[in-house]
């Protein structure tokens, strides 16, 4: 009979998946086990890597169609952008030292620093980097990013170096989305031109990759261009439970944001002699949303009925382990824009709100009426919709839960098939999301929510260049929303990070991003980030 460190640790992962998703005692015994019996294989390729656990490889690292979120993680470290923020989400200079809204926003000058370089120590001018923006803004093929600034008329430098911006109306936001727009060259291309094989891209951003050509689909080795900064080994592993072991068996240092809440409670607990976990809290948040074309859902007391009747606390208490904060907005209050709007348990008065709306309980206390609720099989999701469909069936209200493929829920949602939904915008970082998804002309607009008043402080709001009035604005905008709910937000997640006691010993849960970013783990050998 073979040892079991003998044992292929492929074949063994099978009961042991079997056996997590069977019982939660038992999957805690077993890889407690497998953590005794295996934690001694390290991987001899230590070196002085920090080794950071993902959930999946980015789909890109073309800086001109990075979207999916591990990309959006992972191109800040390779490239730079105009601006940039810090971990509380503050703008902060990058190829700009400095810049300045001229007409009320409708024009924005940056002053760029001299001498900066990109990875082959090619000096980036300010030219430079008004022809890799015009290449965003109307280089073929698109840039996914570039399209995203429909207001963005043309590019231009002045005679002191300084990059002009002009837009056809006032974007108070642009300095901050601008950002998102990364500086990158590759041979015998413009600057930020869409290169023939994304292996000849060459970045401008604190680190490099080890090797151009390697693929990405399961490891990504960046190298510091500055000694300052450890190495860091990005892993990508798709399956939940491999992740956990993998974290188990030393073969990473750390994971954010990687692993279930269920998951990292549990690692809190039983290996608290060997990882820490630091907690911040963050600004993604999730919603319940309103089909407000629905001849049910369009009435407000039906809506208000229905948040009345989800027990938030008890979800965050019980289901996500405290890893959530109750939602008073779009907004978390992290965010200079965020008016947060108390919305309180109570189903008596839901029940008075549905009676008063002729939606009385048919044969002496049964069911008002039916509604479908779309979801996916994604545990997280479907776990909660089963509890909506609890405490709504207490007030009379019979919830259908429409389990369908992740591909298929969104596709349905911007189709506006459904009833309601349940989802999460994450890493929002400012008021812009506000106009996004109330405004009645916009695409993500998904309840087909339309107000005159709300579109037209949204409007001013957009076209706001000064904070303080433009908050003010917002604070009309989120007291409303609390009113009409065409969406009911739920809950703001927190950032967690999981790390080797011996590598994360100086840290501090502050120095954390709020959006999950991966910056401040870049120092994470140091006294401070």
């Known amino acids: 009979m073979k040892n079991i460190t003998d044992i292929d640790k492929k074949s063994f992962l099978i009961p042991v998946y079997y056996f997590t998703q069977s019982s939660y005692k038992y999957s805690k015994l077993i890889l ?37 979120l591990n990309a959006q993680k992972i191109t800040p ?11 509380n989400l503050k703008l902060q200079s990058d190829l700009a030292e400095k810049w300045q809204a001229l007409e009320n926003g409708k024009t924005w000058k940056f002053w760029i620093k001299p001498g900066q370089t990109n990875h082959e120590g090619k000096i980036i001018s300010a030219e430079q980097i008004k022809v890799c923006l015009e290449e965003y803004r109307i280089g073929k093929p698109w840039s996914v990013l570039g399209k995203t600034f429909s207001d963005w008329i043309k590019t231009e430098t002045d005679n002191h170096g300084a990059l002009i911006i002009y837009l056809k ?60 900064h450890v190495p860091l080994k990005i892993l990508f592993v798709r399956d939940e439970v491999t992740r956990s072991m993998t974290l188990m068996r030393g073969e990473a240092d750390a994971a954010q944001n990687a692993l279930s809440l269920t998951k990292t409670r549990w690692f809190q607990t039983s290996f608290s002699n060997d990882y820490l976990l630091f907690e911040k809290d963050g600004t993604s948040v999730s919603y319940l949303a309103f089909n407000l074309k629905d001849p049910i859902l369009s009435k407000k007391e039906i809506r208000q009925a229905i948040a009345l009747s989800i027990d938030r606390q008890d979800i965050v208490k019980h289901k996500f382990h405290r890893f959530c904060q109750i939602a008073g907005s779009l907004l978390s209050p992290l965010l200079d824009e965020s008016v947060q709007v108390s919305f309180a348990y109570n189903p008596a008065l ?7 709306s002729g939606y009385t309980r048919q044969n002496n206390g049964g069911i008002r009426f039916t509604l479908t609720y779309k979801t996916t099989p994604v545990r997280e999701g479907y776990e909660t919709a089963l509890m909506f469909k609890e ?41 812009s999301i506000l106009f996004n998804t109330l405004h ?12 005159l008043a709300m579109d037209q402080w949204l409007e001013q709001a957009m076209q706001e260049v000064s904070l303080e009035k433009r908050k003010e604005l917002l604070k009309l905008v989120q007291i409303k929303m609390g009113k009409d709910l065409p969406y009911f937000p739920l809950w703001y997640w927190n950032n967690a990070l999981l790390i080797k006691k011996e590598k994360g010993k100086n840290f501090k849960s502050e120095y954390l991003s709020i959006k999950g970013a ?9 006294s401070q980030p």
């Not at 295996?38 to 656990?53: A, E, F, V, W």
């Open 32 to 68: 407690f086990s497998l953590f005794v019996t295996l934690g001694c294989n390290n991987n001899n390729d230590q070196g002085t890597y920090l080794k950071i656990l993902l959930d999946q490889p980015p789909l890109t690292l073309n800086p001109r169609n990075a979207l999916d």
């Open 77 to 87: 470290l390779l490239y730079r952008g105009l601006t940039k923020f810090d971990r």
């Open 169 to 228: 109306h006032s974007d108070p936001y642009f300095a901050r989305n601008a950002s998102v727009l990364r500086y990158f060259t590759s041979p015998g291309h413009r600057p930020c031109e869409e290169p023939i094989h994304e292996n000849q891209i060459i970045g401008s951003g604190l680190y490099r990759l080890k090797d151009r050509t390697a693929k990405i689909s399961q490891e990504l080795n960046l190298v510091p261009v500055e000694t300052s």
């Open 350 to 356: 839901a029940e008075q709100l549905l009676d008063q």
């Open 391 to 431: 405490m709504l069936k207490k007030v009379g209200i019979n919830l259908v839960l429409t389990v369908v493929e992740p591909a298929v829920f969104l596709a349905s949602v911007k189709k506006g098939n459904f009833q309601l939904f349940s989802s999460r915008w994450v890493g929002v970082a400012d008021g």
């Open 440 to 451: 009645s002309k916009q695409k993500n607009n998904r309840v087909f929510y339309n107000d």
């Open 518 to 526: 991966l910056e401040p783990l870049t120092e994470i050998q140091d």
